[in-house]
């Protein structure tokens, strides 16, 4: 084997193996938004579980090395089972942040657990062989000649790189791709849209690690060795760098960033000559390149090389402009996939009352927001609610939409007990919230963001992510003719492709109100929806609530603008410090009352 | 039970350090929500620059102060000029800790590039030994816990008794409502970050007075003692940093000295992981830092 040969094959194998890390780190952090700064645990899992299921019983090697299970297995199994304990380890990493933890804590932990494990890993002896890591794992492909040998792993690495890119772009592309985005824009707007977000971070996190697993598997089975020197926290920050000066949320981004930053910075050093008494210098100057180019990459091009890609949906608006349909009043109801609630029967819908609060009680600190507060929306009714500030309405919106849970009291949609559910199983149920100020996916075109929202698409199930566009194809024209609807519904058709951190604050109320009514939500609580908005965009939020409620959608409306109120609402409740003070059918006999005016001018 | 003070006496001249070091460094996340991962080489820088004056005969706990004062100013434009800009530009709290990754690597670098891998002293010798029930201090160790002590109480009395320190408190809390509120904001930030410089050059030149020799990683492998006790305070929160950092110092110490010193650091990670699966804010932390006030939407 010439010189060459042997360079060209080592760096094809390093590149393919940073490769797929990168594509399953993107995954986590690009796309999904996880800052998962011990990512490169899973990497050296992986290939520590390669290496203990291919190196054969610990004794052989006659207390040179010690290492636990020691099996001798075939390679192929040895690399799949290096992937599943990656996966596992990365589910274990994510459920550190199942918790409702703000994502500066989940970073600080995942930091931490990285930082600590290479602590523990190195310092003990029996378990993983401390500082020296593993050594003489065997060559796969030892039966070959030596350069045969090198050139098939190569080919073997470059395979199975198409087939995690193949893997990653199931995820990254088309609607789930879309999903994830949006978990990773704003998670509690994801929540508030019905989506699962513990359940889709556990899935990035186990394909991510699965593929971290892989990369791992793969470069200790070329090198013949494992040592824990060489998966220190910094390496993630290698790996975070590439994605950063590639491009993030875009695998072909991660292609260049992998290229340059990983390989052509940090190997090509080592081909440089080192400077005599100082050897650690050529490759520190590789680290000091990978520094300076990620903090200008931060600084001048966040973007990175190949930034990610905005989807744009022009012909299709032509189509739409020419022939415009209501989404509220023509489009049936999706199916959803499971039952969601039992349809309204005789004695459910008995009680007119469609989403009840019952005695809620929600302390923050020594603060008693919601105190014992009972009210209810009338099936197909408009429902105020109004109070001084700090009356406890937009808690009470918390209450009643999942995001906060009550101390006491009790929740019903549909006369079903729904205390115990979290925001994104009431947004399925049909009850579904816009926020006070405004929660956009600031990284989704607008049409996107409508998309998004859009309950049970083919293209976001387990289904839709073996089958592959051919399965989900249709049904995603299908959302984009109902999210296009939507748009020229609101006269907001050439905004479709403007990315939604870009709209004015009144363009943005207008995008939370049109993506929450995408679920075709049978109860809807708007949170000041007009607050804001200009007397036109005022007035068109109006007529689409009166259009509402001639579909039978019911509404809980919080709002300050008392015209709206009055000219709205079938029934208004007036709280005051955590109360509901008193209710009635008609806000011009509220205003003559002593207690409301006290309420408003004590507040 | 001579055995357990004894390691207790050592666990406490560790802690104070790990301590004041942790203070800066949690200053820095309270106030500006920042994890400036390039605090260790920070503190490598102070003690190199400390050899520096020390060189010179410069008087030693002079040069703590010198020091101490040298990185308080250069903390202040390193905020202003870097992280600041940074975390507009970059993309947030992760942009921002990848941003400082690379300082620090830049900055370690800088190091190993003028004074070479090789290790220094600043040839303090121990002197008289101090006996206390079983503990054994040096005087100098006496002089660093004491430096800390001070230190603590100080900032202690600016934050409970001096309006800077209450607009501190009112920042970290809540910037904008605090801005709002007419404190100026932008004033008291360039306040904490010379404070944390400030502590982390005293941090920086005392460790390396108290260590027998140091090379260029000195701070990075400390900062693990000192993500690790501001983390176990409960990041951000100043006075569980002083606790965090004298648990982190006397557990690690006992821990060596009842398994083997090579277990030192596990035994503390460990302990630390083991907390952030349970309690993930730290141990002091109020308990509301983790779950955002919903409500509000």
């Known amino acids: ?603 | 039970m001579r055995l357990f003070l004894e390691s207790v006496g050592f666990g406490i001249s560790a802690g104070a350090l790990i301590s004041l070091a942790a203070v800066g460094f949690t200053i820095q996340f309270g106030i500006s929500n920042v994890l400036n991962i390039s605090y260790g080489p920070t503190l490598t820088l102070s003690a190199y620059l400390g050899y520096l004056l020390v060189l010179a005969h410069v008087n030693v706990w002079l040069t703590v102060a010198l020091i101490g004062a040298a990185m308080g100013i250069l903390s202040v434009l390193y905020n202003r000029l870097f992280i600041t800009p940074l975390s507009h530009r970059g993309g947030g709290f992760v942009g921002v800790i990848i941003g400082t990754v690379g300082a620090g690597i830049i900055i370690q670098f800088a190091i190993t590039l003028i004074a070479g891998p090789s290790t220094f002293s600043y040839g303090r010798q121990a002197g008289r030994s101090v006996f206390f029930l079983d503990m054994v201090f040096s005087v100098t160790q006496i002089i660093l816990i004491g430096i800390a002590v001070v230190a603590m109480i100080v900032y202690h009395l600016l934050l409970t008794r001096t309006q800077l320190g209450r607009g501190m408190r009112a920042t970290a809390n809540n910037a904008m409502l605090a801005q709002a509120c007419g404190i100026r904001t932008q004033r008291i930030i360039d306040f904490a970050w010379l404070i944390s410089g400030f502590l982390c050059g005293v941090g920086g030149v005392a460790l390396a007075i108290t260590t027998v020799s140091f090379d260029f990683s000195l701070g990075t492998t400390f900062l693990i003692y000192v993500i690790a006790a501001a983390v176990l305070g409960g990041i951000g929160q100043p006075y569980g940093a002083m606790l965090g950092g004298l648990v982190v110092g006397i557990g690690s110490q006992v821990a060596g000295t009842y398994t083997s010193p090579a277990y030192q650091d596990v035994v503390a990670l460990g302990l630390l992981v083991l907390l952030l699966l349970v309690k993930p804010t730290g141990l002091f932390s109020s308990g509301t830092a983790g779950a955002r006030t919903l409500a509000q939407g």
């Open chain 1, 1 to 603: 084997m010439n010189p060459m040969e042997y360079y060209v094959t080592i760096i094809a194998v390093y590149l393919g193996t940073d490769l797929i890390a990168a594509w399953g780190m993107n995954l986590e952090f690009g796309v999904a938004g996880i800052a998962n700064f011990a990512y490169i645990l899973l990497v050296a899992a992986g290939g520590y579980t390669y290496a203990v299921l291919t190196l054969g019983s610990s004794a052989a090697h006659s207390g040179f090395q010690q290492y636990i299970l020691g099996v001798k297995f075939p390679v192929v199994i040895a690399i799949l089972l290096a992937m599943a304990v990656a996966a596992g380890l990365g589910i274990v990493l994510g459920l550190t942040g199942l918790r409702r933890l703000r994502p500066d804590y989940q970073a600080l932990t995942l930091l931490i657990m990285s930082i600590a494990a290479g602590v523990i890993v190195t310092a003990d002896n029996g378990l993983f062989n401390g500082n020296s890591g593993l050594s003489l794992i065997p060559d796969p492909l030892a039966s070959l000649s030596i350069t045969a040998s090198a050139w098939a792993y190569v080919a073997l690495v470059a395979a199975l790189c198409v087939v995690s890119l193949v893997i990653v772009r199931r995820f990254t592309a088309g609607p789930l791709g879309r999903t994830l985005r949006s978990v990773r824009d704003d998670e509690q707007a994801a929540s508030a849209i019905g989506k699962n977000v513990v359940g889709l971070r556990i899935l990035v996190q186990a394909v991510g690690g699965a593929l971290a697993g892989l990369s791992g598997a793969l470069l200790v089975g070329f090198i013949g060795g494992w040592a824990p020197g060489s998966w220190t926290y910094v390496e993630t920050f290698a790996l975070l760098s590439a994605i950063i000066v590639g491009g993030r949320a875009n695998n072909m981004g991660v292609f260049v960033g992998t290229a340059v930053v990983l390989i052509a910075v940090l190997q090509g050093v080592q081909y440089l000559p080192s400077v005599p008494g100082q050897p650690e210098l050529v490759p520190d100057l590789g680290w000091m390149v990978l520094g300076i180019m990620t903090i200008a990459f931060l600084w001048i091009w966040p973007r990175g090389v190949v930034p990610e890609r905005r989807p744009t949906y022009d012909s299709l608006v032509e189509v739409e402009r020419s022939s415009p349909s209501s989404p509220l009043h023509v489009a049936p109801r999706r199916p959803h996939a499971r039952p969601r609630r039992p349809a309204p029967t005789a004695e459910v819908a008995g009680s007119s009352a469609v989403l009840e609060l019952t005695d809620v009680v929600r302390t923050f600190g020594g603060v008693r927001a919601v105190d014992g507060c009972t009210l209810s929306v009338g099936r197909g009714t408009i429902t105020g609610l109004i109070g001084p500030n700090g009356a406890g309405k937009s808690t009470v919106m918390g209450i009643a939409s999942g995001f906060v849970r009550p101390d006491q009291g009790v929740v019903r949609l549909n006369g079903r007990d729904v205390t115990g559910d979290g925001a994104h199983r009431r947004a399925r149920a049909g009850l579904v919230r816009t926020f006070q100020l405004p929660r956009e996916f600031g990284g989704l075109t607008m049409i996107e963001n409508l998309l998004v929202a859009i309950p049970n698409q083919r293209g976001e199930s387990a289904l839709g992510m073996l089958l592959g566009r051919s399965y989900w194809g249709a049904d995603e024209k299908e959302c984009l003719d109902r999210a296009m609807g939507m748009l020229s519904l609101f006269g907001m058709l050439d905004k479709a492709n403007e990315y939604a951190r870009r709209l004015s604050g009144g363009q943005k109320r207008m995008l939370e109100i049109m993506r929450a009514l995408m679920l075709q939500p049978e109860v809807l609580l708007l949170d000041e929806p007009m607050a804001g908005l200009s007397p036109l965009l005022s007035s068109r939020v109006e007529e689409a609530c009166t259009a509402l409620r001639a579909t039978g959608m019911s509404m809980l409306l919080v709002e300050h603008e008392m015209g709206a109120v009055e000219r709205l609402c079938d029934h208004v409740f007036v709280m005051a410090q955590g109360r509901v003070l008193v209710e009635s059918s008609s806000l011009s006999e509220l205003r003559t009352q002593q207690a409301v005016q006290d309420a408003y001018l004590v507040g």
